[in-house]
């Protein structure tokens, strides 16, 4: 059961000097989870933040590695509450009616003053076997769970911020702008790109070392038309499901709009809908003479389709608008501390993976933590494993955001990366569905453990092929951008590595004809899938992964369970 809450006013003598386990920084998503599984475990946690709950975030499209990296540190921190994130009902009845469902992954390629081609859009329906993910509405979701980590024993402050962080041999000690002090064991930064840490020891890398260009704008919006009931597509080239039923991108030349909404599944009260503009300042610079308000119009003046959904739509926020989002540090670890996920870098919300590659690091991160509670190891050394992660979710994830961002002007090339996006997510999932039930059945916390345990920390699933098509991608989409290949041909190049691949499921439609453009896994698929997985995959993790699943669907039966 949670400890007793601690009290959270502030100090009444500010020369008082707290001690505390670890001291975080932000009470995100990120801050409260680990916040929570620290306190959980029996640590003395410190959350601290410079603004207050409930305020907007992003970062509101869930994605099924996500689902599992949650159901992994609820199982093994004993956090039962984050099992409410596990599914969109869960959500609705333990956080509440204000969340959407995430049933897809819808795109749509725009040309300026033209409708869209209906042959020129591509779809991931999430197999409903693996999850069925939802739209956070993150004001919420982000109450909900710095109150859990208030809860369990963390004590908190709102509208605090850090003046001074002083490093020691034995810890560090954070004093507030109030003159508050706490000193603490470990110091967790999870306040995103405005991190005190990279700013004491000037970590910001200049030049950024990604690749990828964009910058941003972004709000909510009540009243955006479903685009299933405004596009002029004949209904017998429109996806299996609908476009309002997931998370929508629109796909423009070096950019896109997203279109997440909160309205899509029965029983929600939220009206909104996020919807957010992300362009590449090369291509798009930020203009001087224009309100966000204006350029955003500007853009939908432009593309009739999507300008169609906001007939009659009402800005219900302030706009966001950001300069060029990327950005990176020289180090994520340091003696007694880390730069956890956004606060070490960022690349683009493509694809959803902001928050699954952050509870991939919360996981390693808080392992390490506790064993350091126990044995008073704080090396670095031991904590090496997360920057290398940190900096692999980072690489990764710059290759293909940039590949797709140099493909959206081609829809063949398009076609290509979002197959080499798509076709190993499944089993990536499936080696961290495979690391928890065998973790749940013996408690034996090696087979999580055993994740860390590949050559390219970062990579959703670690095989070698996949890396190689993934690196044959960005190279392929590079010199089409400066012009060394033709579209045609650059296409040609990675759909052949993609049908050559023996490693590529062939059962969804990722290999084969490029007429495939929507990919729907029924049940009897992913069963199919997994049957060749066993039989056929030429590599043995996935052979031995389709196995160990099959064995604990069959215990689970056997026990009177519903599978996994």
Same mark, same amino acid.
């Given at each position: 059961m949670p400890s007793k !809450?601690?009290?959270?006013?502030?100090?009444?003598?500010?020369?008082?000097?707290?001690?505390?386990?670890?001291? /975080?920084?932000? *009470?995100?998503?990120?801050?409260? /989870?680990?916040?929570a599984v620290l306190a959980r475990q029996g640590a003395s946690v410190v959350?601290? +933040?410079a603004a207050q709950?409930?305020?907007?975030?992003?970062?509101e499209s869930m994605t099924p590695q996500l689902v599992e990296w949650l159901h992994i540190l609820k199982s093994r921190f004993d956090v039962p509450e984050i099992g409410h994130l596990l599914n969109v009902k869960a959500v609705a009845e333990n956080i509440g009616p204000q969340h959407g469902k995430k049933q897809n992954f819808g795109f749509v390629k725009h040309e300026p003053g033209r409708e869209p081609d209906p042959e020129e859009t591509t779809m991931f329906v999430i197999p409903r076997v693996l999850t069925e993910a939802s739209h956070l509405f993150r004001q919420d979701t982000d109450q909900y769970y710095f109150n859990v980590a208030a809860r369990y024993g963390c004590l908190t402050r709102q509208n605090w911020r850090a003046? +001074?962080? +002083?490093?020691?041999?034995?810890?560090?000690?954070?004093?507030?702008?109030?003159?508050?002090?706490?000193?603490?064991?470990?110091?967790?930064?999870? *306040?995103?790109f405005r991190s005190p840490l990279a700013e004491k020891f000037d970590l910001r890398e200049q030049p950024v070392r990604f690749k990828h260009h964009a910058r941003s704008l972004f709000t909510h919006y009540i009243g955006v038309r479903p685009f299933d009931g405004v596009s002029h597509h004949?209904?017998?080239?429109?996806?299996?499901?609908? &476009?309002?039923?997931?998370?929508?991108h629109h796909l423009i030349e070096r950019g896109w709009f997203w279109i997440i909404p909160f309205d899509n599944l029965k029983g929600s009260r939220n009206q909104m809908c996020s919807v957010g503009l992300t362009i590449d300042e090369r291509r798009y610079p930020r203009p001087t003479d224009m309100t966000p308000e204006q350029e955003f119009r500007s853009f939908l003046d432009r593309y009739p389709a999507v300008k169609r959904q906001f007939v009659g739509a009402k800005r219900v926020r302030e706009w966001v608008s950001a300069d060029r989002l990327q950005y990176s540090s020289k180090n994520s670890i340091g003696h007694r501390w880390c730069l956890m996920s956004h606060a070490a870098g960022f690349i683009d919300p493509l694809y959803s993976r902001g928050l699954s590659n952050t509870f991939e690091v919360v996981y390693s991160l808080c392992t390490r933590i506790l064993e350091s509670l126990k044995d008073d190891d704080w090396s670095i050394d031991r904590y090496a494993y997360v920057e290398q992660l940190e900096r692999g979710l980072l690489q990764y994830n710059d290759d293909l955001v940039n590949s797709s961002y140099i493909a959206f002007s081609h829809f063949r090339l398009w076609n290509a990366v979002f197959r080499v996006w798509g076709g190993f997510l499944t089993p990536g999932v499936m080696r961290l569905t495979r690391a928890l039930a065998q973790y749940e059945l013996d408690g034996d916390e090696q087979h999580l453990r055993a994740l860390e345990n590949t050559e390219h920390p970062g990579l959703w699933w670690p095989g070698s092929a996949f890396r190689q098509i993934l690196e044959l991608t960005a190279e392929t989409c590079e010199?089409?951008?400066?012009?060394?290949?033709?579209? +045609?041909?650059?296409?040609?190049? /990675?759909?052949?590595a993609l049908n050559d691949c023996e490693s590529l499921n062939p059962v969804f439609g990722w290999k084969g004809p490029e007429s495939t453009r929507f990919i729907y896994p029924s049940t009897p698929m992913v069963?199919?899938? !997994?049957? &060749?997985?066993?039989?056929?995959?030429?590599?043995?993790?996935?052979?031995?992964?389709?196995? *160990?699943? !099959?064995?604990?669907?069959?215990?689970? /039966?056997?026990k009177g369970k519903k599978p996994l």
């Open positions: !809450v601690q009290q959270t006013s502030q100090a009444q003598n500010p020369d008082q000097v707290r001690h505390c386990d670890v001291l /975080i920084l932000g *009470s995100g998503l990120a801050g409260s /989870i680990s916040g959350l601290v +933040d709950h409930p305020r907007f975030a992003i970062g003046q +001074d962080l +002083d490093f020691g041999a034995a810890g560090v000690t954070v004093t507030g702008q109030n003159g508050e002090v706490f000193r603490a064991k470990y110091l967790i930064d999870a *306040s995103g004949p209904l017998s080239q429109r996806p299996p499901v609908p &476009w309002h039923g997931g998370t929508l010199k089409f951008e400066v012009g060394e290949l033709g579209g +045609d041909e650059a296409a040609d190049i /990675i759909l052949t069963a199919r899938f !997994v049957y &060749w997985a066993m039989r056929a995959a030429p590599e043995p993790e996935m052979r031995e992964i389709s196995r *160990s699943l !099959v064995g604990s669907a069959a215990r689970s /039966i056997l």
